[in-house]
């Protein structure tokens, strides 16, 4: 039996700080499925694509590869990790994601990395959809100005030009795409355990969910 975790919820709850490290803790792969839809929108942005060009864009998922390896995410054969998470990226990245067909695809793709696997995979739509099955679902959250002071934190380090409003507005503005669209929207899983984060300390996150995690793997790990 291989062990699925699923960790959903909206931007900068801090759902890829806690599964990668829960992955390490565990010795389990760890999934980064906005990674695959960064990674596409950002093929869409270098070809000039239009977002009403659906089925171009349904061309361009069909045709990448693209290869999770660790933290580093590869498309056709070169490292754009840093690339995906630049603002261009992210002011697009829900219009793409919405697509029907982008999503069809890349859900395969993501079923098809975990096959066999223990994993840790995170996103909107991974207890709902990608992995209906998982073992363990959670769904992180934090308020709106919590998550956009995170995620503006991080911009500063990386030395961004970027104003906490502008991050506010983007981050709400894809919370709320995310939310509303047709096909797999944000939603939390009836199944799933809902963590708000906002007063809580990264590792104080990754000991919830780690001891959830051992309570229900009962003494395996
Ligand atoms: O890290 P952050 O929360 O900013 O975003 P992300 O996890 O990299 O995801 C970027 C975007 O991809 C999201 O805002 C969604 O539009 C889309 N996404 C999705 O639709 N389904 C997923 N399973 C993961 C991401
Ligand atoms: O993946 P998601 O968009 O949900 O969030 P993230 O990319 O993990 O970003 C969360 C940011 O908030 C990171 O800079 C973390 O260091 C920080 N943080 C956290 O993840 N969890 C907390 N409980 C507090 C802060």
Do not use: C, H, W
């Not at 950002?42 to 361009?60: F, M, P, R, S, V």
Request: neutral net charge.
């Amino acid at each position: 039996m291989t062990v699925k975790i699923a960790i959903d919820g909206p931007a900068g709850a801090g759902k890829s700080t806690v599964a990668k490290k829960l992955a390490k803790l565990l010795n389990y792969t760890y999934i980064d499925t906005g990674a695959m839809y960064r990674a596409i929108t950002y093929k869409t942005i270098q070809q000039g694509i239009n977002l009403t060009e659906e089925n171009k864009i349904a061309d361009i998922v069909q045709s990448a590869d693209i290869i999770l390896e660790g933290e580093k995410i590869f498309l056709d054969g070169k490292d754009i990790s840093e690339e995906i998470r630049k603002p261009e990226v992210s002011e697009k990245v829900s219009l793409v994601s919405k697509i029907p067909k982008v999503r069809e695809i890349l859900v395969q793709k993501q079923r098809k990395i975990a096959e066999g696997k223990n994993v840790v995979m995170d996103g909107r739509d991974i207890g709902t959809v990608v992995l209906p099955d998982a073992q363990f679902k959670f769904y992180l959250t934090a308020s709106l100005e919590e998550r956009a002071k995170r995620r503006y934190s991080e911009f500063k380090t990386k030395n961004v030009n970027v104003s906490y409003y502008e991050v506010l507005k983007e981050i709400e503005n894809r919370d709320t795409i995310d939310s509303q669209r047709d096909t797999s929207p944000l939603k939390i899983a009836e199944d799933s355990i809902v963590i708000d984060t906002t007063y809580l300390s990264e590792e104080e996150v990754l000991e919830k969910l780690y001891n959830i995690i051992k309570e229900g793997l009962k003494g395996e790990i």
